[in-house]
Structures are given as C-alpha cells and as structure tokens.
C-alpha cells in the first residue's frame, strides 16, 4: 500500500476569502477556498508559509488576482485522484485564461462523450482551485452551475479573467 507523501500547508488570504494551500515533495497538492465542499483533512499536516511552492502559489494568487497574470506555472501534485479524475483535471488545465467549456465537450475531450455526470463529479473534486481552472467549465447553454467554492466565487473568477461582464 503506496502512503501518502507527507503534506505542508498554508493560509492564504485572497479577495475572495480565506484559503488553504497544501504541497508535497511533488508540487503544489491542494488551493481550497476555507469552507468549501471537499475540503480534506488535514490532520496530520505541518503548517509552512516558508516552503517555497506555498511561497511561489501564494505569489502568483496575489498577481492573478491583481489582474498582472493570467496563468499559473507551479509543479503539481495531482495523484490524489484517481487516473480517470487526474485525465480530466489534465484536460481542465488546457482551458485558455478567458475561455470555457462545457461538462459535455469536456466528457468528449477526454474519450468518454456519455460521462458528463462523470466528468462533472471529477470537476467537483479537483483539489487545486484555480490553478487547474475549474471554474471555465459551464453548464448547458452556458449556464453558471457547480463549483465547489460557491457560485459566487465561480462568477467573480469569470468575471476577472473577462468571461463574465462585471
């Protein structure tokens, strides 16, 4: 049985609220808005504002949403999810800063066209909000549904990155 690589974590306080952000060995592991559907137990985890991929994540927050930077470039720790949640937050990470696209073209993108619900339930899981953008993906007709950090969150994120008219 492979174990769990050891995590640290920080507090990150951003226009939208407080967050928690987690790293391993591997990378940048987790960026959760306090309060939000999903969020681990982080029993067991050092807290570090120090380490340097919180250190170089909370950097490039601070610049996104300051509006000076429209993409990430962190290492990612992603193997907390299964293979076929790691394919789609994969195919969420090709999602252009002010693009989206729908559960239905993101099912065909990622080989499975009849996975929507699917699909929808990988999104809801991705352990690294913004960064792997699953706020760009939209409902039917383009329609504002689904985001584990509350809708709210989801439009002031499109609306930022110039989706959304504010």
């Not at 987790?30 to 807290?47: N, Y």
């Not at 999810?81 to 693009?99: E, S, Y």
């Not at 339930?121 to 007709?141: D, E, F, K, M, Q």
Request: aromatic letters at 6%; glycine letters at 14%; a positive charge.
């Amino acid at each position: 049985m492979e174990t769990k690589p050891d995590r640290v974590c920080a507090r990150y306080e951003s226009p939208l609220g407080g967050m928690l952000l987690a790293a391993t060995d591997r990378g940048l592991a987790g960026v959760w808005f306090l309060g939000q559907r999903h969020m681990p137990d982080t029993r067991g985890w050092r807290e570090d504002a120090a380490h340097p991929v919180l250190r170089a994540a909370m950097a490039q927050l601070r610049a996104y949403f300051a509006g000076e930077r429209t993409g990430f470039d962190l290492p990612l720790d992603l193997q907390g999810g299964t293979p076929f949640q790691q394919g789609v937050w994969q195919a969420l990470r090709a999602i252009p800063p002010g693009g989206t696209t729908s559960y239905g073209q993101l099912a065909r993108q990622v080989g499975k066209p009849q996975a929507a619900r699917a699909i929808g339930a990988a999104v809801g899981r991705n352990p690294v909000s913004i960064i792997v953008p699953c706020h760009r993906v939209l409902g039917t007709g383009g329609s504002l549904t689904g985001y584990a950090g509350g809708l709210e969150r989801k439009t002031a994120l499109l609306q930022l990155e110039g989706v959304l008219a504010h």
